[in-house]
């Protein structure tokens, strides 16, 4: 459904003052994080599910933002989409309308779903057109009443964190040997050497390119498959279907890079069946118990909530991925990418400790 149909379902839902009141502190997104001007602005939702509807209330409040700026903007809500679903035809439509150089919002509880005849991977047609976008997904699992646990992790100040991120983003990018440590146990060596670090500090401005917001981390991928020890995951775990906030935490021995053992109660067999499930339909069943990915959280703001899009960011935390990492420099090609994260990290770049 589109601009009009769409601001109908959410005052009809009781959702419109929702987003009403969560546009004011999107207002100040648009300069920072896309360096808006005279563009186009798509916004892509989805409806959510009962009583989890916080995708359509981030789109309408963004919808609502751009209005107030008086920027050409444009709101589809689409049905909520999983894996191997396709996007609604006029979500299609509309990306295909959108001349090169403009800009795209996505909120989805879930997934964005196949773009059909505009390609695979969403990132490189973005590329492709020279388009900016940000993203929130997997929001399905959040009550709707939780939209204000993202809205503040998105109302930062944006120069300082970015500031921040450049400078922990060039150290680790320096670093060779990672060794981490936490007080639940985690004992964790990650080796990166040569490999490029990343920012993912809300800074969307240049064409082609785009990423999360709420923003806070910095990441990378490993040099092959030096990474062994012990990860305890405390915090939250994401599997293929949803994210999980812990509550026993998951031990996981890693050896040669690859995932050996998962240790734990109820959360470990979830992320158990996650990659049993994962390796059963995959072209690349070897890499879904991979390592693929160390980040970083660095947003003040944001706190542990059961939506990873938020956990990862979280100031105190870092995580790792488990499988695909092709789309950020890495070399892993898997049908999976799942965060888990772990809280109070010591991270020691070549024997030094990274103060943050």
């Known amino acids: ?28 997104v648009f300069t920072p994080c896309l360096a808006v001007k ?19 209330v981030l789109s309408g409040a963004y919808y609502l933002a751009a209005e107030h700026l008086k920027l050409d903007a444009k709101l589809i809500l689409q049905d909520a989409k999983s894996r191997g679903d396709i996007s609604d035809e006029d979500v299609v439509k509309s990306l295909s309308e959108l ?10 509880s879930d997934k964005l779903g196949n773009i059909q005849e505009l390609g695979k991977s969403f990132r490189r047609w ?23 646990l993202i809205m503040q992790a998105i109302d930062v100040n944006y120069k300082p964190l970015q500031v921040h991120h450049e400078e922990i983003r060039q150290r680790l990018e320096r670093a060779k040997e990672i060794h981490i440590t936490t ?6 060596y990650y080796d990166k050497t040569g490999i490029k670090a990343i920012a993912a500090d809300g800074n969307y401005t240049m064409p082609g390119r785009g990423g999360n917001l709420p923003a806070g981390e910095v990441y990378s991928p490993p040099n092959g498959k030096k ?49 049993k499930w994962a390796a059963s339909v995959a072209k690349n069943p070897g890499n879904v118990r991979r390592i693929c990915e160390l980040g970083i959280g660095l947003n003040p703001r ?11 960011k979280t100031l105190g935390t870092a995580h790792i991925g488990i499988g695909s990492n092709y789309w950020f420099g890495g070399s892993i090609y898997a049908i999976i990418h799942l965060d888990q994260v772990f ?14």
Not at 126 to 148: P, Y
Not at 255 to 274: D, F, P, R, S
């Open 1 to 28: 459904m589109e601009t009009l149909e769409a601001v109908k379902w959410l005052k009809e839902r009781n959702l419109y003052d929702l987003s009403s009141k969560a546009a004011l502190s999107l207002r100040k």
């Open 38 to 56: 005279d563009e186009k602005v798509l916004i892509v939702g989805d409806m959510g599910y009962e009583n989890r509807n916080v995708a359509a």
């Open 99 to 108: 001349k090169s150089g403009n800009i795209i919002i996505l909120n989805m």
């Open 126 to 148: 973005v590329a492709k057109k020279n388009h900016r976008f940000v993203s929130a997904m997997s929001l399905g699992d959040l009550a709707t009443s939780n939209i204000e």
């Open 183 to 188: 007080p639940a146990g985690t004992d964790f």
């Open 227 to 275: 990474i062994g020890g012990k990860v305890v995951i405390d915090g939250s775990s994401r599997t293929h279907e949803h994210t999980i906030l812990i509550k026993k935490p998951i031990e996981l021995t890693i050896e040669n890079g690859n995932i050996t053992e998962i240790k734990g109660n109820e959360e470990a067999k979830q992320l158990e069946n996650a990659l």
């Open 302 to 312: 944001a706190q542990i909530i059961g939506a990873m899009i938020v956990d990862d």
């Open 343 to 356: 809280k109070n990290p010591s991270i020691y770049l070549d024997g030094e400790l990274l103060k943050i």
